[in-house]
């Protein structure tokens, strides 16, 4: 009886889970938040921010955003998180879906890993490179050709680090997918597939690895608009 209770609980508190999403359609940040909310089948309202009305730096916003950034997200029960990874660790715990954070200790820390490659080893580099190529052009600055040449050689020796880890398992983790190889779809479109730096190439695991992720329905609900 109680274990019937238990289940019957969790299924109503996961079938009630929705939230606001406060972002803006084109931002990176706020499309891994809602792929992640598409994966655990958990149901979003987008609150639009108004960026050209700098609506993000607003009094008002930064009571729920301090650094005066999108995303954020807001339940009716009036709890908050912003920054978009630990929005998508704390969506990852609800709904339901692929388990996209183990819980065994030893795939926990392979996940802690993988968490880490793509946030030091991949994201700095790849964020550089949408920085110059289409953020700066967006709001009519000009692209720095030399940084991006930079940036665009060290991410190409990071990547061979990805090929090794890619060629002895199918995700970045392991075999399971994680929200580690998830939180790579943004800017990954950017690198690998909207500039031509030919990454992909002569690295059969890594164009394995993408062409398997960024082919998952969460993504292309979420890649052209939110
Ligand atoms: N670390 C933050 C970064 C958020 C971020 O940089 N958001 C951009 C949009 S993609 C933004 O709000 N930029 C406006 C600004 O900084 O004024 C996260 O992961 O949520």
Do not use: C
Request: charged share 20%; no cysteine.
């Amino acid at each position: 009886m109680v274990l019937s209770f238990t289940s019957t609980y969790s299924q109503w508190s996961h079938f009630n889970m929705s939230f606001k999403l406060h972002g803006l359609s084109s931002s990176t940040f706020t499309r891994s938040v809602a792929l992640v909310a598409k994966e655990r089948n958990i149901p979003y309202e987008f609150v639009p921010v108004d960026f050209k009305l700098s609506e993000q730096k607003t009094p008002t916003h930064l009571e729920h955003h301090p650094f005066g950034q999108v995303p954020y997200i807001q339940q009716d029960d009036g709890f908050e998180l912003y920054e978009s990874r630990a929005i998508g660790r704390y969506l990852a715990t609800q709904g339901s879906g692929p388990e996209l954070i183990p819980t065994d200790p030893i795939a926990y820390a392979k996940f802690e890993q993988a968490a880490s490659v793509e946030y030091t080893q991949f994201h700095p580099y790849a964020a550089g490179i949408a920085l110059e190529k289409v953020f700066k052009p967006l709001r009519g600055l000009e692209t720095n050709e030399e940084r991006v040449k930079e940036l665009v050689s060290v991410l190409n020796h990071k990547l061979n680090g990805y090929e090794i880890i890619l060629s002895k398992q199918k995700y970045l983790a392991g075999n399971g997918l994680t929200l580690a190889d998830l939180y790579h779809l943004p800017y990954g479109t950017i690198v690998f597939e909207t500039f031509d730096f030919k990454y992909l190439e002569s690295r059969p695991n890594l164009r394995r690895w993408w062409n398997d992720i960024s082919s998952r329905e969460s993504w292309k609900a979420v890649k052209d608009s939110i």
